[in-house]
Structure formats: structure tokens, C-alpha cells
């Protein structure tokens, strides 16, 4: 699996942003995920969902104000963040996995195989 992550650029707290994963390749990804890491810290879980659709997840510091979603025709995978905060700045991965995930395992980054390059989201306050 190749994943293309973009999106990210420069963003004002209080605006929205919306970031890409597209995948390609033979193998299947039965679930896929962002997480995000900032400057000096570890790589932190964002959201996951299942490419079958029936479920998605959040960290609590984004749930209510992140969707994430999945375009099935363009094998692509959208993060969408409104508002955006000063803290949520940090470089985006978005990940998959060929198998199903429950519980901490849908927020543990060893559980994907998978990994886009990154998309660097800046937010100025």
C-alpha cells in the first residue's frame, strides 16, 4: 500500500482544514488512521475508521470538532479538523492497516503497517 498524504499548510486558529490520503496498491486496507506529531513529541493518535464504513474513532482532544471520512471511488481517506487550535499543530501521517482494530489497538501506531509521508499543518494564533 502507497498512501499520499496533502493538505497541510498554514492555518489560523478558529479555520478549518482538510487533509487528503490517497492509497494505492494491490493490498487491501481494511483500517485506516491519522495520528500526528509535534515538535518533541511522540506520535499521537487523531482518528481511525474502517474502509467498510460501519465505524470510525476519535481522540478526545479532536471529537467534536474532526470528521473523518473516506471517498471509496478515490480510494481516499479525508481529516477534517474545524476549528482548529493552536495545539493541533503538528505534521500529519495517515496510516492503514490490513486488518480490523478494536479498543487502544485502533490507537496505537505499531498496529498499521502502512505509512504516508506526512502533510505539516501549521496553525497561527
Known amino acids: 500500500v502507497q498512501l499520499q498524504a496533502s493538505g497541510g499548510g498554514l492555518v489560523q486558529a478558529g479555520d478549518s482544514v482538510r487533509l487528503s490520503c490517497a492509497a494505492s496498491?494491490?493490498?487491501?486496507?481494511?483500517?485506516l488512521g491519522w495520528f500526528r506529531q509535534a515538535p518533541g513529541k511522540e506520535r499521537e493518535f487523531v482518528a481511525a475508521?474502517?474502509?467498510?464504513?460501519?465505524?470510525?474513532s476519535y481522540a478526545d482532544y479532536v471529537l467534536g470538532r474532526s470528521t473523518i471520512l473516506r471517498d471509496s471511488a478515490k480510494n481516499t481517506v479525508y481529516l477534517q479538523i474545524n476549528p482548529l487550535k493552536p495545539e493541533d499543530a503538528a505534521v500529519y501521517y495517515c496510516?492503514?492497516?490490513?486488518?480490523?482494530?478494536?479498543?487502544?489497538?485502533?490507537?496505537?501506531?505499531?498496529?498499521?503497517?502502512?505509512w504516508g509521508q506526512g502533510t505539516q499543518v501549521t496553525v497561527s494564533s
Open positions: 475508521l474502517s474502509w467498510a464504513g460501519d465505524s470510525t
Open positions: 496498491g494491490r493490498t487491501f486496507s481494511v483500517t
Open positions: 496510516a492503514s492497516s490490513t486488518t480490523s482494530k478494536r479498543g487502544n489497538r485502533l490507537g496505537s501506531p505499531n498496529e498499521y503497517e502502512y
